[in-house]
């Protein structure tokens, strides 16, 4: 949790967040993605001065048990000082002893943003989907809480100006912008109606601008003039590809050329013949792509 110290900015774990996207798709199924069309509503985890603490932390902790599916999951909410925005034992279960940080006594607003990641802790945990390190695995834990609807929460408790800063989760505001853009071109929906923080927003349009890139790389036809031009170079000359190109080239065994190239929706790469115009789908998230290779 940045507190009044500096946040990082851009896309440093940009390719961690695509495998992140991945590895949700391959333990899920795209029509398990597709229950969570509905992001939590604004209305289920507001809370405001006069609540109970702690009575309002249970009924938002139940909204995020709710929103995961985990009808038999039970959450217990304290708070104490710490360093970090929450902790979660991630024990058996069904109940699961959850910290927050003392800050969130007078930020009440911020509940639920700290409760949709350690939630979705618990989420992944009972998956049995987990990534190598320590580090990673707070990326997944942030990307699979974004993409499945509870993200924009911790996008929106970014807050930034000259004299202080807040910022929740492990991934930069525009990452978890790029995450809920991708959601957002899933489910034709736009998040940006929910952010308070003006700050979520522009780190919303940067990450937007992000995503749209990656649906406008060759050899998909969306793919702009200069990236066409370099493609069919490098198609002529089965050229490995050059630096930061998302395809490359490689010989089937009956001498024909293919290429190789990440689907723009859940990043599993996918691999069609080179012969112009195709139509492909995504084996992982079914998704259909028009081509021109």
Known sequence: MANGGPVEHGFPHLETVRAAITALYRRLSPTTVGTFATSVAPADVAFCDTDDL????????????????????????????????ANIELAAGPEYFVELNDRFRTHRED??????HEVAHVYLHRLDLAFPTTAENEILTDTVTTYLGAGWLLLDAYRE??????????????????????????????????????????????????????????????????????????????????????????????????????????????RVPVRGRVRARCGLCGAVLECDT
Not at 111 to 116: E, P
Not at 251 to 268: E, N
């Open 161 to 270: 100006d000259s004299l202080s800063s807040q910022k929740l989760g492990y991934l930069t505001p525009e990452e978890f912008g790029y995450v809920l853009a991708k959601r957002a071109l899933l489910f034709d929906e736009d998040p940006s109606i929910r952010f308070t923080s003006p700050q979520a927003y522009t780190a919303y349009t940067k990450g937007l601008a992000r995503a749209r890139h990656d649906t406008r790389q060759p050899p998909l036809t969306g793919a702009g003039w200069t990236g066409r031009r370099r493609y069919a170079h490098d198609r002529r000359h089965a050229a490995p590809a050059p630096p930061g190109a998302p395809y490359s080239f490689g010989s089937d065994p009956s001498g024909g050329l293919h290429v190789t190239f990440p689907c723009p929706t859940c990043h599993q790469r996918i």
């Open 111 to 116: 509940i639920g943003a700290a409760l949709a």
């Open 54 to 85: 702690h009575l309002g932390a249970q009924r938002v902790a139940r909204e995020m048990v709710r929103h995961f599916r985990l009808p038999d999951a039970r959450l217990i909410v304290g708070f104490r000082e710490m360093t970090h925005a």
